[in-house]
Every structure is written in C-alpha cells, then in structure tokens.
C-alpha cells in the first residue's frame, strides 16, 4: 500500500487554495488542519498533494458506511438522472416516502412519523417546535456540555463553548444542568443521581416550575463535549422524570445514531424510550439529510405547522436509503462492535503506558481519550492534547478533538482491525513525542 505521506503537509497546492479560501469564504469556521481535500475512499481520504490519510473522523461522523460507498453512489447517480428537488413541501413523490417508511422499521415502536429535514440542526428546531405546539409549554431543559447545533433554536440548547454563543444572544428560554461525567464526578453511583437533584431540587423549584417546561434535550453520549457516556441508569431516571411531569424527552441521536455505538440508536443499549429523535449526520451517506421522528400522539401540528424547501430532497432521501439498507445488512452491529473492542483494548493499552491519558472511554466506535497533566489533580492538558493532534495529522492519521481535553475517534464503521493498529501505532509515536 502507498505510503500516508509524500510531501509534508500542507503541499504547495493545499497552501494555494487555502490561500484563495481565505479570500472570499467565511472565516467564521475554524478548521482542525490545513487540510484540502481531493477525493476520499472508505476510510482514507487524500489532499490535493497526493497525500493519504487514515481517516478517524469519518468526516464529523457522517461517513458512518464508509466515504463513497459504491451502493450510496449508484443510488445518488440513478436518482439524479430521474428527479432531484421535488419540492416536497407542496408536491408528493416516492422516494421520501419510501425512506421515512424504511426509516420506522428500524427504529423503536411508537416512532412512525417522519419529519423531513436537512441537517441536524434542522431537526432539533423542528423538535423545539413540535415539543412548544403538542405541551403549550415555552421552556426547555438541555445539558452542559451538549452540542445540538448553531441555528437560534439549537445554539440556545448548545452550551459547550461560548465562542459559539458569543455576542449573538438572546436566546430562546433553555436552563442548562449538569450532565453526568463518570470520570469527574465524586463517583459513577453518585453523578446522574447529582444531576437529577440539581433538575428537581434547583431548577425546577429555583428557576421554572416543571408544568412550564416542553421538553428535555439530552444526547445519549456527549459527543462535541467530549464523548461523555453516562451512567447506564441515567437516560431511564430522565425518562420517570419527564413522565412524572407531562415533560417531552427528546434525544438528541444526530452523533450516536447510525450505528456508531453499535446498535441503530445508542438508546437501544440504554433500553429508553424517547418521545421525539432527532437524526442526521451519517443517515444521508455524506448528502445534506436530517429527520425528526415522533409518534401519531406528539405530532399534533396541523398543515403549514412546519415545512422546508428543500426537506425530502429526492437525491438525499435515496442516499439515505442505500445507507439504511448498508447499515441493516446482517452483522453490521456486531462487526462495529468487535472493532469498537478491539480499538477500545488498544486504548487501554495506551492509557497502561502513557500518564497522560486520564481516562479511556467509549461505546461502540464511538471511543475518547482524555490527557490530563496529573491523574491526580485532573487537570486538562490542553496545548499537549493540540501538539499531538498536528502530529498525528502530520504522519497521516486525521483525528479531532472533543470537550475540554479529549481526542474523539469516530472512524467510518468500515473501518478494519489493521487499520485500528496503524492509526494507535501513529498516536503513540504523537504521545512519545508530547511527554518527551
């Protein structure tokens, strides 16, 4: 096989483009690596340099299948061919229904209505509305530490950074709790019984009765925040909770969804029951597709409720058909869940040899690492967490990091057990050098 790396990146031909894209694009993003982007294959990507990467971030984790799957392909290019933009909102075609209904049988009972978005965030704003619509509530409930996106609606759930919130308040009523952290709470039997305490006893008699309150957001596992996985019981004391109340709980899948955690939906391995799920990222095999799903009783709304222009785009919804029936091929779940042990195993070894790693975490192929300066003191470490990052990145393996101090893997779910040796051979020659 070619080697990762042929020229030192960033080549002459990624610096000219980025170059030219500081011209006349939006500096509003802020990119993990000057890393341009030619063309990608399963879970490599190469730059316009003719450099490979082994890819650990399966592009935010949206190329779940793989990058360029032949079957997600074949669909787009077919489906192009007949009809693109059917203007779902005012027309009908087939393609969008054939999904949602593909979509219902994979997910739990009770969630047989699809609402057709484009993104992520997309998804959660139709979720806010909905939950407002069906309770006449105005206020939510969301976590710290949760990434649910960066429309008005979403960003008001979002409170990982406050660069992401800077200077655009202000915004809709969300009051954020604490969210559960076995690794730097007073203990794994203690944090999500603290989390609750602080809902029932702070929030709800301090700051908003819970007959005002619409719906709880929560992500099963924190992904922006640091790949976070809660105490098991957590998700089933939220769900009494919002029962013991008239309270909606929506789950915020967009991340943990696909697969990634080895079954379709992360809940299933918390055996929760949502009201509404919210969806996107890898369901769309790399084309812009979201979805909001809640059952008959919560979609309440009426025609002209909520509509998008572009939702039930037929070449996306094809996409995401191809990647359901990729995802729900036999043995799917248990192959992402033997690479997730395997790469799980492997951090564990590292975290054994290396004092900088805190703590190893994960489910599925869904798996951090957090580097602290002292596993006593905890403290993050955060320039030798970006150090090792570049180096990485510079010997060909592209990672990103999530939280405070951890580095996240999400590889595509493709990904093959030698190919989880190179990229740990890879971060250990970064972690070598970062200790030095």
Same mark, same amino acid.
């Given at each position: 096989?070619?080697?990762?790396?042929?020229?030192?990146?960033?080549?002459?031909?990624?610096?000219?483009?980025?170059?030219?894209?500081?011209?006349?694009?939006?500096?509003?993003?802020?990119?993990?690596?000057?890393?341009?982007?030619?063309?990608?294959?399963?879970?490599?990507?190469?730059?316009? %340099?003719?450099?490979?990467?082994?890819?650990?971030?399966?592009?935010?984790?949206?190329?779940?299948?793989?990058?360029?799957?032949?079957?997600?392909?074949?669909?787009?290019?077919?489906?192009?061919?007949?009809?693109?933009?059917?203007?779902?909102?005012?027309?009908?075609?087939?393609?969008?229904?054939?999904?949602?209904?593909?979509?219902?049988?994979?997910?739990?009972?009770?969630?047989?209505?699809?609402?057709?978005?484009?993104?992520?965030?997309e998804s959660i704003e139709a979720a806010m509305k909905l939950a407002r619509y069906h309770t006449g509530r105005k206020n939510y409930i969301s976590f710290y530490g949760g990434f649910h996106g960066r429309t008005y609606g979403a960003l008001s759930l979002t409170a990982t950074k406050s660069i992401y919130r800077a200077r655009f308040g202000p915004f809709l009523p969300v009051i954020h709790a604490p969210?559960?952290?076995?690794?730097?709470?007073?203990?794994?039997?203690?944090?999500?019984?603290?989390?609750?305490?602080?809902?029932?006893?702070?929030?709800?008699?301090?700051?908003?009765?819970?007959?005002?309150?619409?719906?709880?957001?929560?992500?099963?596992?924190?992904?922006?925040?640091?790949?976070?996985?809660?105490?098991?019981?957590?998700?089933?004391?939220?769900?009494?909770?919002?029962?013991?109340?008239?309270?909606?709980?929506?789950?915020?899948?967009?991340?943990?969804?696909?697969?990634?955690?080895?079954?379709?939906?992360?809940?299933?391995?918390?055996?929760?029951?949502? %009201?509404?799920?919210?969806?996107?990222?890898?369901?769309?095999?790399?084309?812009?597709?979201?979805?909001?799903?809640?059952?008959?009783?919560?979609?309440?709304?009426?025609?002209?409720?909520?509509?998008?222009?572009?939702?039930?785009?037929?070449?996306?919804?094809?996409?995401?058909?191809?990647?359901?029936?990729?995802?729900?091929?036999?043995?799917?779940?248990?192959?992402?869940?033997?690479?997730?042990?395997?790469?799980?195993?492997?951090?564990?070894?590292?975290?054994?040899?290396?004092?900088?790693?805190?703590?190893?975490?994960?489910?599925?192929?869904?798996?951090?690492?957090?580097?602290?300066?002292?596993?006593?003191?905890?403290?993050?470490?955060?320039?030798?967490?970006?150090?090792?990052?570049?180096?990485?990145?510079?010997?060909?393996?592209?990672?990103?990091?999530?939280g405070g101090s951890a580095i996240r893997f999400c590889p595509p779910l493709t990904i093959k057990q030698d190919d989880i040796d190179t990229a740990v051979e890879i971060l250990r020659r970064a972690l070598e050098g970062a200790v030095e």
């Amino acid at each position: 096989m070619e080697p990762l790396i042929k020229i030192r990146p960033p080549g002459p031909n990624a610096v000219a483009i980025l170059k030219r894209d500081a011209t006349v694009i939006s500096q509003s993003m802020a990119r993990q690596y000057p890393l341009v982007l030619q063309e990608a294959q399963d879970v490599n990507v190469w730059d316009v %340099d003719g450099n490979r990467y082994l890819d650990f971030t399966a592009g935010f984790a949206v190329m779940n299948v793989g990058w360029n799957h032949p079957e997600v392909v074949h669909a787009v290019e077919q489906q192009a061919a007949h009809l693109s933009h059917a203007a779902f909102l005012s027309f009908c075609s087939e393609m969008p229904v054939a999904f949602a209904e593909r979509l219902v049988d994979v997910l739990p009972h009770g969630l047989n209505r699809v609402c057709l978005t484009n993104s992520g965030a997309e998804s959660i704003e139709a979720a806010m509305k909905l939950a407002r619509y069906h309770t006449g509530r105005k206020n939510y409930i969301s976590f710290y530490g949760g990434f649910h996106g960066r429309t008005y609606g979403a960003l008001s759930l979002t409170a990982t950074k406050s660069i992401y919130r800077a200077r655009f308040g202000p915004f809709l009523p969300v009051i954020h709790a604490p969210f559960p952290d076995p690794y730097r709470s007073s203990g794994p039997e203690s944090s999500d019984a603290d989390v609750l305490r602080t809902i029932t006893e702070e929030i709800f008699k301090k700051e908003v009765p819970p007959d005002e309150v619409a719906a709880i957001f929560v992500e099963p596992i924190q992904g922006e925040g640091g790949y976070i996985v809660p105490p098991k019981p957590f998700l089933g004391e939220l769900r009494t909770l919002c029962d013991e109340h008239g309270i909606l709980l929506i789950v915020d899948e967009v991340q943990t969804g696909c697969f990634r955690t080895g079954t379709f939906l992360a809940l299933e391995q918390f055996k929760v029951r949502p %009201d509404i799920v919210c969806l996107s990222k890898a369901i769309g095999g790399g084309l812009p597709l979201g979805v909001m799903i809640a059952s008959d009783e919560v979609s309440t709304w009426l025609p002209g409720s909520h509509a998008s222009t572009f939702a039930g785009n037929n070449v996306a919804c094809a996409a995401g058909l191809a990647v359901l029936s990729i995802l729900n091929s036999e043995g799917f779940g248990d192959q992402v869940m033997r690479m997730g042990k395997h790469l799980r195993g492997r951090l564990d070894e590292l975290q054994q040899d290396y004092t900088l790693i805190g703590h190893a975490r994960g489910m599925g192929l869904m798996a951090a690492i957090e580097l602290v300066r002292s596993r006593a003191t905890k403290e993050p470490a955060v320039e030798e967490r970006q150090a090792i990052l570049t180096d990485a990145f510079e010997n060909g393996l592209a990672l990103l990091p999530a939280g405070g101090s951890a580095i996240r893997f999400c590889p595509p779910l493709t990904i093959k057990q030698d190919d989880i040796d190179t990229a740990v051979e890879i971060l250990r020659r970064a972690l070598e050098g970062a200790v030095e």
